[in-house]
């Protein structure tokens, strides 16, 4: 079946060692791994991924729990939602497909599963391009009124279920919109029949119950994980895009709070807000034609 958002793509469902997970491929060349955040799938990727593929083998997935990919339940502790799991899914994914050794993007949640399996696959990837985050402990760890204001729902979704699961599903609609259109700073953004596709997926209850199971991970099991390799760093280069707009850019010092966690970091600020590869395909080619050659 060939993928509607991104162009010349083959929409496929891959074994993840157990788990389905959805994934769009297309191109040919080096192998190149794309992770969305929340609350997208991989069509956020419809401006940027045709033009990687004239160069790279190009996959983009649908994490655990997001688009058509399955939707397991939590488990003890979140740990089904844990990143460590969602990497190695992506990891999965990739070996499946015939690629042992890859670059990966991730813009939002997807940039923290891209870090995560960076630590735990160290053999796997060459290249990490993160989008707009900052490392999830470095985040928490320096919550203030301003970062909790801005970005509510890290505080909203780790709720004890079902209490975020039911609000939100009194209107799906109203709160996936609301949440979007605060976070891009481009009009138009995200286009029609892309805000269609996120509401299709959205108004799915096993969507939005793995989406807070995501984030109750990311604010228990996640920062264990991250505490337990507190001395570890990437060692593979690592590009930090972030929107200049966004809330990112202006709470932190987005590549410091990198070179704590890696040993080789370049990156910079693009004029956007938040989803980058959606607002300023253009300048995000541009930058990771630079990282990738």
Do not use: N
């Not at 015939?98 to 923290?112: K, L, S």
């Not at 509510?152 to 799906?172: K, S």
């Not at 760093?233 to 200049?244: K, Y």
């Amino acid at each position: 079946m060939m993928d509607p958002f991104l162009a010349g793509f083959e929409l496929r469902d891959v074994d993840a060692d157990g788990i389905r997970i959805r994934a769009a491929i297309g191109g040919s060349g080096p192998p190149l791994l794309l992770l969305h955040g929340h609350p997208q799938t991989h069509a956020t990727w419809h401006a940027v991924a045709p033009r990687l593929a004239e160069r790279f083998s190009v996959v983009a997935m649908d994490l655990r729990g997001y688009g058509d990919s399955e939707k397991p339940g939590g488990g003890e502790g979140h740990a089904h939602y844990a990143k460590r799991a969602m990497a190695a899914d992506a990891v999965a994914v990739m070996r499946r497909l015939g690629h042992g050794r890859f670059a990966v993007i991730g813009h939002d949640r997807g940039g923290r599963v891209a870090h995560r399996m960076a630590l735990d696959h160290p053999g796997a990837v060459t290249r990490l391009a993160v989008f707009d985050i900052a490392p999830t402990a470095t985040m928490y760890a320096h919550t203030d009124k301003a970062f909790a204001t801005a970005y509510f729902w890290w505080f909203f979704l780790i709720q004890p279920e079902p209490l975020p699961e039911r609000l939100i599903g009194a209107d799906p609609e109203f709160f996936l919109r609301t949440h979007l259109e605060g976070q891009s700073k481009t009009p138009g953004v995200p286009r029609p029949e892309l805000f269609a596709e996120y509401l299709r997926v959205y108004s799915d209850p096993a969507t939005r119950h793995a989406i807070c199971e995501d984030y109750r991970a990311a604010a228990t099991i996640d920062l264990e994980h991250d505490a337990a390799d507190a001395d570890r760093r990437v060692e593979v280069p690592l590009l930090a895009l972030w929107g200049a707009k966004g809330t990112v850019g202006r709470t932190y010092d987005v590549l410091a709070t990198w070179r704590e966690k890696a040993t080789d970091v370049r990156g910079h600020a693009i004029a956007c807000g938040h989803t980058l590869q959606e607002e300023r395909p253009d300048l995000v080619l541009a930058a990771l034609g630079d990282f990738l050659r």
